[in-house]
T-cell receptor, first 114, second 114 residues
Framework: AQKITQTQPGMFVQEKEAVTLDCTYDTSDPSYGLFWYKQPSSGEMIFLIY??????QNATEGRYSLNFQKARKSANLVISASQLGDSAMYFC???????????FGAGTTVTVRA | NAGVMQNPRHLVRRRGQEARLRCSPMKGHSHVYWYRQLPEEGLKFMVY????????ESGMPKERFSAEFPKEGPSILRIQQVVRGDSAAYFCASSPAGPNQPQHFGDGTRLSIL
């Protein structure tokens, strides 16, 4: 079974600063993918970034980067230069390579202050 | 809009009625997934379908819930004889075939049971 843990229920960050959202996972599968999604107050789920377990480099997508530490089983999301529009709930999720269902963490609420 | 389309966005039903939730995947996506999100929680996998086939329904409640993805038309999640505990946001996602393809989500259907 896979388990995703997000220990920060809520975080505040000042506009233009960076914020790191923690995510640890537990799996016995050798190959897997890690995903981050954003859920604003309007409710939709927006795919942000993906990291494969065998990828040599940490994934980056614009202001989003993933700090992947395989030995520690962590996949923290870093949002740089925070904007007011980044205020949302953020979910970490994973899926093993030979599976298709995503397992989600409980989420972290980020509030960006002006 | 080439994204995953879900309708209705909001659905209100009385206890005992039936709820039908529709999902049209992104163009070119052959895999459809349904997830349920209870208040203040992450998403939980329900069912995975391909055209005319249910591949994995391990997350579906044993009774009252069913899903289909016909050859023509959208995928349907059907809940019969709804109860208060069915109140949740139901998300549909789609992906192309292949390992670790990101799942792209629709905006969800918020189901409220009176």
């Amino acid at each position: 079974a896979q388990k995703i843990t997000q220990t920060q229920p809520g975080m505040f960050v000042q506009e233009k600063e960076a914020v790191t959202l923690d995510c640890t996972y537990d799996t016995s599968d050798p190959s897997y993918g890690l995903f981050w999604y954003k859920q604003p107050s309007s409710g939709e789920m927006i795919f942000l970034i993906y990291q494969g377990s065998y990828d040599q480099q940490n994934a980056t997508e614009g202001r989003y980067s993933l700090n992947f530490q395989k030995a520690r089983k962590s996949a923290n999301l870093v949002i740089s230069a925070s904007q007011l529009g980044d205020s949302a709930m953020y979910f970490c999720a994973m899926r093993s390579l030979n599976d298709y269902k995503l397992s989600f963490g409980a989420g972290t609420t980020v509030t960006v202050r002006a | 809009n080439a994204g995953v389309m879900q309708n209705p966005r909001h659905l209100v039903r009385r206890r005992g009625q039936e709820a039908r939730l529709r999902c049209s995947p992104m163009k070119g996506h052959s895999h459809v997934y349904w997830y349920r999100q209870l208040p203040e929680e992450g998403l939980k996998f329900m069912v995975y379908l391909q055209k005319e086939n249910i591949i994995d329904e391990s997350g579906m409640p044993k009774e009252r819930f069913s899903a289909e993805f016909p050859k023509e038309g959208p995928s349907i999640l059907r809940i019969q004889q709804v109860v208060r505990g069915d109140s949740a946001a139901y998300f549909c996602a789609s992906s192309p075939a292949g390992p670790n393809q990101p799942q792209h989500f629709g905006d969800g259907t918020r189901l409220s049971i009176l």
